[in-house]
């Protein structure tokens, strides 16, 4: 659903019966997915044990377009409002009391709960201001969030943050990078697919060349399966990549990678019938989409430390001595983790 709403395009679909078309998140009003899932977020916190809750926080990536943030906003509170009981909107001082608020972004809301895990709200630390930093590689985004973390003057708080400042890239996540390697991968077997008359859709990533497959470069329902069904080929390499396995391909050697092979049989569709096609031998260069994935990850970090430094420069007294960083989301594990 983040690439969705990120993406700002419209999708097609098949159901058990027909195809379907989903609006942009923008200009969607039917059909919601964002309003569906806090729907059942709804439910599950609203119960008979737990009780009734009126005012949400939301976190949100920081990249995203304000109208964005407002559309899930917005989407949050229809779908909020439709799982809680009928009678809290009956009386009008509690129906006023139900508030949605976009609060914070994904990665200062992972750096509250890092510094806690660590240890950083026990007092003997809070001595002196604790200066941190997020890298917070997702699925869909990547979130960057800098600041310092201290005791709170006020006596109602333990603690106090103060925000020096955020950055990011809607589009540098573990997904999205998926989608652009199976892109890449297609190309590396374009004239193979091409004779068997099969299309592929554009990757959510910025700056794709939409002319570099020509009429085989489709948002059809079958060029989007395609796409997704080389990717979930491709998904043990971006997983399980580690810093033994990225040096012997740097070195042309042999690896091994549970899940993935070099080459391999894979079924996908035409761009007519959409009939089911083989294709026996999909190779892939191993070195080529190793450096698209390191090129990607690289510009990424580069823009955390160019903040970082900004940061430093900015905001940072002499009395510090360390700056911690935390690494967070779900694509820093694997490939992430070993490139950062």
Not at 15 to 41: G, M, Q, R, V
Not at 43 to 59: A, P, R
Not at 263 to 281: A, C, H, P, T, Y
């Amino acid at each position: 659903m983040k690439q969705w709403a990120g993406a700002d395009e419209k999708l097609n679909f098949r159901d058990f019966k027909e195809d379907f078309s989903l609006e942009s998140f923008t200009n969607c009003t039917y059909f919601n997915p964002i309003e569906i899932y806090a729907y059942y977020i709804g439910h599950c916190i609203n119960n008979m044990q737990n009780g009734v809750f009126l005012k949400y926080f939301l976190s949100y990536p920081i990249k995203y377009e304000k109208h964005q943030a407002e559309k899930i906003k917005e989407s949050f509170e229809k779908g909020l409002k439709k799982s809680l009981p009928r009678h809290v909107f009956d009386d009008e001082k509690t129906a006023k009391m139900f508030k949605v608020e976009l609060k914070a972004s994904e990665s200062c809301t992972y750096a509250i709960s890092a510094l806690k895990s660590y240890g950083f709200d026990k007092s003997d630390k809070l001595d002196k201001p604790v200066y941190y930093g997020v890298f917070d590689f997702g699925g869909g985004t990547t979130d960057f969030d800098f600041g310092k973390w201290e005791k709170s003057a006020n006596p109602k708080f333990a603690y106090k943050m103060t925000h020096f400042s955020n950055g990011g890239d809607k589009y540098l996540g573990g997904e999205n990078l998926l989608e652009l390697l199976a892109f890449e991968a297609y190309g590396q077997n374009f004239q193979t697919l091409k004779e068997k008359g099969i299309a592929i859709a554009k990757p959510n990533y910025d700056r794709i060349d939409t002319q570099r497959f020509g009429s085989f470069m489709q948002n059809s329902r079958e060029a989007r399966l395609n796409l997704q069904e080389i990717a979930s080929k491709l998904h043990p390499f971006l997983e399980k990549l580690d810093a033994n396995i990225i040096e012997a391909i740097e070195e042309g050697e042999e690896f091994e990678m549970e899940g993935f092979e070099k080459e391999f049989k894979v079924q996908l569709f035409d761009r007519n019938g959409g009939d089911s096609i083989s294709v026996e031998d999909f190779k892939v260069d191993c070195k080529e989409i190793l450096n698209l994935l390191k090129g990607k990850i690289d510009d990424g970090v580069a823009n955390f430390f160019a903040g970082f430094s900004k940061v430093m420069a900015e905001n940072i007294d002499n009395q510090c001595r360390a700056f911690h960083i935390f690494l967070g989301g779900n694509a820093s594990i694997g490939a992430g983790q070993t490139s950062v």
